[in-house]
């Protein structure tokens, strides 16, 4: 028999073997009139009583299977995970840089450029992982382990009053290793290679038949390191020297900071911040200033995410065709990265 507080009318009697473990109760009210009262769902019954009572059932504190959706703290198994192959893994180890212009992705800017038209342009492409020897993040976060990406994308302006005519267009091809540190994940790291090269476009060429049209290209090698303060918050540095270049010259630098979702956000999404630098030594290690900022969401899926917001660029073009022509960018744009 179980000791506990009861009604003066009622006695439980459980009518299931007990042994030594230690049992808690807790009692539930039941306001009802009881005729003959019995509970066959459960282990406890009553005895006949016209009045009213309270039940009494064990409540156990060590024995009782843990259910399927207790909330286990991530730090018992996130770190634990075995690392393992995976091919075509989702989701990335090192992100690209949100303000990084010539990132491959899928973007849209409609700009207006001063002393200029106004422009779209568009990148049509993405960056993708081929093979990853690590593991998916158990909070959400990015991957961990060593990855192989590859990249491409086609980077084009279209002159929105000369007939949506092509201005120009850039080609980027490239891939990368990229990598966290088992020390301490907040340090990412990529190494890799990428090709760029620019055209002018039939229609331009054919309105303006004497503007000089430049071979530009170049095949650079980069590595960029970034560390995130928090999930959020991240500063990043790369840098890249090209062992091939026609206009363009040998080095390249950029380094910025971000603040942005890297978890699921649901619905409703969160505001992003990003600040970024690119610059060249064929313009005297000028070239670009740029500002988004707006909304992001990201997806359940890891490495999906979507953005859209104000676009500010200050600096030389975008457009290496026209690499040594400044420019002052402002409009709304809008990313995805996969």
């Known amino acids: 028999m179980f000791a506990g507080r009861q009604s003066d009318y009622l006695e439980p009697v ?24 019995t509970a066959p769902e459960s282990d406890l019954s009553l005895i006949q009583s016209n009045r009213r009572a309270q039940w009494l059932e064990p409540e156990y504190t060590e024995y009782v299977h843990t259910p399927s959706n207790y909330d286990r703290p991530i730090a018992d198994y996130s770190d634990t995970t075995p690392y393992e192959w995976t091919l075509l893994p989702a989701g990335e180890v090192y992100k690209s840089y949100l303000a990084g212009v010539k990132e491959s992705r899928l973007a849209a800017h409609l700009i207006k450029i001063e002393n200029d038209n106004w422009m779209l342009d568009g990148t049509l492409g993405g960056r993708f992982g081929v093979m990853r020897w690590g593991r998916d993040s158990a909070t959400g976060f990015l991957a961990e ?3 192989w990406d590859i990249e491409g994308a086609a980077q084009v302006r279209l002159d929105i009053p000369e007939e949506v005519d092509v201005r120009a267009v850039d080609f980027r091809a490239g891939t990368q290793l990229t990598w966290s540190w088992a020390a301490n994940p907040k340090h990412r790291s990529r190494f890799g290679y990428y090709h760029l090269s620019s055209h002018l476009g039939d229609e331009f060429l054919l309105k303006n038949p004497t ?46 900071v971000e603040w942005a979702p890297t978890r699921a956000t649901g619905f409703w999404g969160e505001p992003f911040l990003a600040v970024g630098c690119h610059l060249r030594e064929e313009v005297n290690y000028g070239g670009s200033f740029v500002v988004q900022t707006g909304w992001a969401w990201v997806g359940e899926i890891p490495g999906r995410s979507f953005r859209m917001g104000l676009h500010y660029h200050n600096g030389d073009s975008t457009q290496n065709s026209f690499y040594d022509n400044f420019e002052q960018q402002i409009g709304f744009g809008i990313w995805y990265d996969f």
């Not at 459980?14 to 009262?37: C, H, K, M, N």
């Not at 650079?220 to 970034?226: A, D, R």
């Open 145 to 147: 382990g060593v990855q």
């Open 14 to 37: 459980l009518d299931f073997p007990t042994d030594e473990r230690e049992s808690a109760f807790r009692t539930i009210s039941y306001d009802g009139v009881l005729g003959q009262p």
């Open 211 to 256: 503007y000089p049209r430049l071979n530009y290209a170049h095949d650079l090698i980069i590595f960029g390191h970034s560390y995130y303060f928090t999930p959020k918050l991240r500063v990043y540095g790369e840098v890249g020297w090209a062992f091939y270049h026609l206009v363009a010259d040998s080095w390249e630098f950029q380094f910025g």
